[in-house]
């Protein structure tokens, strides 16, 4: 009897065995299938897996129905076993903590492939479904005291034309029915048409307050770029002022600092950002200053080993180009198209024209000689990619870009500290700028991994109150809406020490007034500017 009922449940174990390797055979198999489930076989530590639910995955997995919904009864037994399975955790960087395997290419000898066009979708920024956002984030106990916001210019017409060819044929009217639009396009027309109440600093009053030409100016924000700071200010309104009442509805003229350089796509960008930001605002209340330095520099622009910098960077960039065979035989092909000395083309800058052909969508000029296509595209956005690549190598930017934003972080860190110490202070700040602004400051913040900034970049530094501890606060650092606080060189290292998601506001400012020189062998601003080169 004692024979027998062992027997029994010696089968039924097996049986049971069986069943459960069924299961896991058959539900790894379709989740690898759906890419739901990564399994590494071998190595001492034994096998390594992790279950990634993703988009489709969930809805492919559940939708065995019908004959095949005896299968589902199987998940529930598969995820006991994931969980019975011993699962090597992977770092983001791909490594293996216990066997320090690298499973994923090494970003210094194994650089990845470059989509040149891929890319310049990035960079054209058209205005598609919601963006997602981590402005705002933070632990419910602590109070978000100031917000301060470097926005680059929408998107825009060319600065350049290519010679002997048609320029692009693309409309500057606000046409709310024409796309990429907006709810609040037409009513932010007639806001701008009853601007004259505002300040604006010099040349500024000049300016028109929104594009108005049917065929575009050079250089002249498009529909494109004034939706994408709609857009932008929509975002943030609904972060800032909807959920962290930033600003009362009551707000003064002293609680704004707004900036910009004295070009109308930058004022431009600046008022749309503003009206969604701040919809329908008082004029009256707008006081906008004008900044000539496109670094932003104001009364600290005098610093000869900044431009000692740029030219070595600008000699780097030279040495690159001459040495790419392929982009000047490309060069050598367009000029032919066009017909002019290749010297003459190179000069045109071409990369900047064609970009806005491919960002709106229009065909590439054509001349009786052929046409401009998108291989010659591609190489030459390549070698753009290339060049951001070899910069970030060789540092020599990096030393410009020091010195270049040194007098903009400078001004920003003395406001934060005069809030933190409850002063006050204009608690939103807006610096409409450009690509050459934003670029040297996140280079100069050690952010390496950022793109090259796109049309309507934003980078955007938060300022928190620990309700805990009123005197401590803290900084978070934004780029287009992803949170880069700690790939900054000054606070890369805190997150491993603190619990808090952010960075202590003293980091930031000892960077700023103590460690941006350390590399110049100064102690300040002007020694390091005045220094001879290393």
Not at 137 to 162: E, M, T
Not at 203 to 225: D, K, N, R
Not at 333 to 356: E, H, Y
């Amino acid at each position: 009897m004692l024979f027998r009922n062992r027997f029994l449940f010696l089968l039924a174990l097996a049986a049971l065995l069986a069943f459960l390797s069924l299961s896991l055979q058959f539900w790894r198999e379709h989740l690898e299938e759906l890419g739901c489930l990564t399994w590494t076989k071998g190595g001492s530590e034994g096998p390594s897996l992790s279950l990634q639910p993703k988009g489709g995955c969930n809805q492919a997995v559940w939708s065995y129905k019908g004959k095949q919904q005896w299968k589902l009864v199987l998940l529930p037994v598969f995820l006991i076993l994931v969980h019975l399975i011993p699962v090597t955790p992977v770092r983001e960087d791909g490594l293996n903590p216990k066997s320090r395997k690298r499973i994923m290419p090494d970003l210094l000898t194994e650089p990845p492939a470059i989509d040149p066009v891929y890319e310049a979708r990035v960079y054209c920024n058209v205005p598609t479904a919601a963006e997602r956002s981590m402005e705002g984030h933070a632990p419910h106990y602590f109070k978000l005291v100031s917000v301060q916001v470097l926005i680059r210019h929408g998107d825009r017409y060319p600065l350049y034309a290519i010679p002997k060819t048609k320029r692009p044929d693309i409309d500057c009217m606000l046409v709310p029915s024409r796309k990429p639009s907006h709810p609040q396009l037409e009513a932010f027309v007639k806001h701008m048409s009853k601007g004259s109440a505002a300040q604006m600093d010099g040349s500024l009053s000049s300016l028109p307050h929104f594009p108005s030409h049917s065929l575009c100016e050079m250089g002249e924000l498009t529909q494109t770029g004034v939706v994408q700071h709609l857009r932008n200010g929509q975002l943030l309104r609904e972060i800032y002022i909807n959920k962290h009442k930033l600003l009362p509805s009551d707000w003064t003229a002293k609680q704004l600092y707004l900036e910009t350089t004295g070009k109308s796509r930058t004022l431009q960008s600046a008022l749309a950002l503003l009206y969604t930001f701040l919809p329908d605002f008082d004029w009256k209340k707008i006081n906008m200053r004008h900044q000539w330095s496109t670094i932003f520099c104001s009364g600290s622009c005098d610093c000869p080993m900044r431009n000692h910098y740029l030219e070595e960077e600008q000699r780097r960039q030279y040495s690159l180009r001459v040495k790419n065979n392929n982009l000047e035989n490309i060069y050598v092909d367009m000029a032919k198209i066009v017909g002019i000395p290749t010297r003459q083309l190179r000069a045109s800058n071409p990369i900047d024209s064609l970009l806005c052909y491919f960002c709106h969508n229009v065909s590439f000029p054509c001349t009786k000689a052929g046409c401009i296509g998108m291989e010659h595209f591609k190489v030459i956005k390549r070698h753009q990619l290339e060049d951001e690549r070899e910069r970030q190598e060789k540092k020599l930017y990096f030393l410009y870009a020091l010195l270049a934003t040194h007098p903009l972080l400078n001004q920003t860190v003395n406001r934060l500290q005069r809030i933190a110490e409850g002063k006050k202070e204009e608690v939103f700040v807006l610096y409409s700028a450009h690509d050459v602004t934003l670029s040297p400051v996140l280079s100069a913040l050690g952010i390496t991994e950022a793109r090259f900034p796109r049309f309507a970049a934003r980078l955007v530094f938060e300022l928190w109150q620990d309700g805990k501890r009123p005197k401590e606060h803290f900084i978070r650092i934004l780029y287009n809406g992803a949170d880069v606080t700690f790939q900054t060189s000054f606070c890369k290292d805190h997150y491993k020490r603190s619990s808090k998601p952010m960075c202590p506001l003293e980091k930031l400012v000892n960077f700023v007034k103590r460690d941006m020189f350390l590399i110049f062998n100064s102690t300040n601003y002007y020694d390091a500017c005045h220094r001879r080169a290393l």
